[in-house]
């Protein structure tokens, strides 16, 4: 196993263990019940079976090794991949010499460095970044200037459904299988 592939895992047993067992990567699996464009809540009987696949703390990680021990349990990085890649390519630039720039990959924002000064000896600025109000998503609800460092967000707001006039977010807690209250501001 590649370094970078350890490195992952790592942060996401750090995730587990410091989020209580809230941020799962194991949790993925509830993606077969939880399908945002069909309309339709899952069964509680459904969210129960797919549970028995959830369980960081039911795998082996010793690097470079990772034992799955159920059949049926899969990985997904969705949680942090986005955030990580904007990381890294961040990194890259700065490695390659450039020393302005914000990488946006669908709203997973990093700061390459500061935003270049108007005139030659400006003060370098930070960039002003807006949080999408959800629910008008042509305004922000609040901006923040950032200088240095990375910022996302994620809501309930865009990957949802609403069935009876509840809205269910793409959220999901691994412990119950039903996705999390309370993200709308």
């Known amino acids: 196993m590649d370094a970078e592939t350890a490195a992952l895992l790592d942060y996401a047993e750090i995730g587990f263990r410091h989020s209580g067992g809230l941020f799962d990567v ?3 699996i509830l993606r077969q019940a939880w399908d945002f464009k069909s309309g339709r809540v899952p069964r509680q009987a459904e969210l ?13 990680w010793r690097a470079p ?6 059949a049926g349990m899969e990985l997904d990085f969705g949680g942090f991949v986005k955030e990580y890649a904007a990381d890294r390519v961040a ?11 914000l990488v946006d990959l669908g709203g997973d924002l990093c ?20 949080i ?8 922000a609800m609040a901006t923040v200037d950032l200088g240095w460092g990375a910022i996302a967000s994620s809501g309930d707001y ?12 793409h959220i999901l807690n691994p412990r119950t299988g039903w996705p999390v209250q309370g993200l709308t501001a």
């Open 48 to 60: 129960d079976r797919l549970r028995t696949c959830i369980g960081w703390d039911k795998l082996i």
């Open 65 to 70: 090794k990772l034992v799955v021990p159920e």
């Open 91 to 101: 990194a890259l630039c700065r490695e390659g010499g450039i020393r302005s720039g």
């Open 132 to 139: 999408r109000h959800p629910k008008e998503p042509a305004r």
């Open 111 to 130: 700061v390459v460095g500061p935003r270049l000064p108007q005139g030659p000896a400006g003060p370098k600025l930070p960039w002003r970044v807006g």
């Open 26 to 28: 194991t949790s993925g």
């Open 158 to 169: 865009e990957r949802c459904i609403v069935v009876d006039g509840r809205r269910y977010g």
